[in-house]
């Protein structure tokens, strides 16, 4: 489709079409809740990312997940930051050859970095949080928790390519983001820093 500008100018529509996904990019804020099981102030992204590994191998639109959210634990004023990390998959267990990512090593590439996650707990009240975060639908799924800083969360956050290795048997396996939240994690860091 051709857009037409009545006065013939036909760069001002194609400029208007450019800045009309701006506006999908616009992210919900993030919530900000007080722990009942663990008394702490818990802020968590309002969406998460998710990366994709595709088992073509098993059927078309076999899928390996990596659910990604971020969240924030204030201990009377505390502030420790966390990634909570969810693998699960679409595939029958039966037909797999693999059983589910180990939890080390665990990397985000984002742009030219190699973001190497280091596991904090299997339990995201160790980290202070008493319910799921972002729990992928399904099964009950273990979380993963990963210490991270605001600093490197933002990076992600602005990062234009991002990508999730993770091991599984001695084979690393290359996630590709499937859920392109970024706007929702950028939301996130901008809290955080007090600048919403």
Not at 77 to 103: C, E, H, Q
């Amino acid at each position: 489709m051709r857009w037409v500008c009545k006065h013939g100018r036909p760069w001002l529509a194609a400029a208007l079409c450019a800045l009309q996904p701006l506006t999908s990019l616009a992210a919900d804020p993030p919530q900000e809740y007080t722990d009942e099981q663990t008394a702490a102030t818990i802020t968590i992204v309002a969406q998460p990312l998710v990366f994709a590994y595709a088992r073509r191998e098993l059927a078309a639109n076999a899928r390996d997940y990596a659910t990604v959210a971020a969240a924030a634990v204030n201990r009377s004023g505390k502030i420790s930051y966390v990634l909570i990390v969810y693998f699960w998959t679409t595939v029958d267990p039966r037909l797999r050859d693999t059983g589910n990512p180990d939890a080390e090593p665990v990397v985000i590439l984002a742009d030219d970095r190699r973001i190497s996650l280091k596991l904090q707990s299997h339990s995201a009240r160790d980290a202070g949080i008493g319910t799921p975060v972002h729990a992928p639908p399904g099964d009950d799924v273990p979380p993963n928790v990963y210490a991270i800083d605001l600093a490197t969360t933002r990076f992600i956050s602005e990062s234009r390519h991002l990508a999730l290795q993770a091991d599984s048997g001695g084979t690393s396996f290359t996630y590709d983001l499937w859920e392109d939240r970024r706007g929702a994690l950028r939301a996130f860091v901008h809290h955080m820093n007090g600048e919403d």
